[in-house]
């Protein structure tokens, strides 16, 4: 895959979805990179939907992720109640739409009872385990959690003692953390 050489070597997310006992996670951590340096610390890559009842995590260009954002709210106002077919159809847009074809982003959506890792080749994952992570440092946080998950942590411990690991192997990921829940 070529890359573009017109836009910054941009890097620097990751975010980790963990359900457990009920509770559902989502940690990012706020690093942003642009090749080597960093040049932001404490972005802030989850956000809160539908009323609270959705949270959202993203990776990739800001605004790319901030518009794929907003489309999931109008699929969310379209279909209350119905994550799974918001993803789904929000999925089926990016993969079908011009402009959003090249959008260069990922989404990690979860209510309180599923996650969904979303991206723009139309996928619409939802892990078996209960646990998914996207971004430069993800799978690092992936790996930690699914070890931490078996403990008797509670779901957000898991998801902030995954993405203290992650920051530590990952030049990409710090412990400047957003942490939301549902």
Same mark, same amino acid.
């Given at each position: 895959?070529?890359?573009?050489?017109?836009?910054?070597?941009?890097?620097?997310?990751?975010? =980790?979805?963990?359900?457990?006992?009920?509770?559902?996670?989502?940690?990012?951590?706020?690093?942003?990179?642009?090749?080597?340096?960093?040049?932001?610390?404490?972005?802030?890559?989850?956000?809160?939907?539908?009323?609270?009842?959705?949270?959202?995590?993203?990776?990739?260009?800001?605004?790319?992720?901030?518009?794929?954002?907003?489309?999931?709210?109008?699929?969310?106002?379209?279909?209350?109640?119905?994550?799974?077919?918001?993803?789904?159809? =929000?999925?089926?847009?990016?993969?079908?739409?011009?402009?959003?074809?090249? =959008?260069?982003?990922?989404?990690?959506?979860?209510?309180?009872?599923?996650?969904?890792?979303?991206?723009?080749?139309?996928?619409?994952?939802?892990?078996?385990?209960?646990?998914?992570?996207?971004?430069?440092?993800?799978?690092?946080?992936?790996?930690?959690?699914?070890?931490?998950?078996?403990?008797?942590?509670?779901?957000?411990?898991?998801?902030?003692?995954?993405?203290?690991?992650?920051?530590?192997?990952?030049?990409?990921?710090?412990?400047?953390?957003?942490?939301?829940?549902?």
């Amino acid at each position: 895959m070529s890359q573009n050489t017109n836009f910054p070597d941009w890097h620097g997310t990751t975010i =980790l979805a963990v359900r457990k006992d009920g509770k559902t996670v989502i940690a990012g951590d706020g690093q942003v990179s642009m090749g080597h340096p960093v040049v932001k610390g404490n972005a802030r890559k989850v956000r809160r939907l539908a009323g609270g009842r959705v949270v959202a995590g993203f990776a990739g260009a800001t605004a790319d992720a901030f518009t794929l954002i907003e489309r999931l709210e109008a699929k969310l106002e379209q279909y209350p109640e119905q994550l799974a077919r918001a993803c789904v159809d =929000l999925a089926k847009d990016w993969r079908t739409d011009r402009y959003l074809r090249r =959008l260069e982003a990922m989404l990690l959506v979860a209510d309180k009872d599923a996650i969904f890792t979303v991206t723009g080749v139309g996928d619409v994952l939802e892990p078996e385990s209960g646990i998914a992570a996207i971004g430069s440092g993800g799978n690092y946080a992936l790996a930690a959690a699914l070890a931490l998950a078996e403990t008797d942590l509670d779901a957000e411990t898991v998801a902030r003692r995954a993405m203290a690991i992650a920051a530590k192997i990952c030049v990409y990921t710090n412990g400047e953390l957003t942490v939301e829940s549902v």
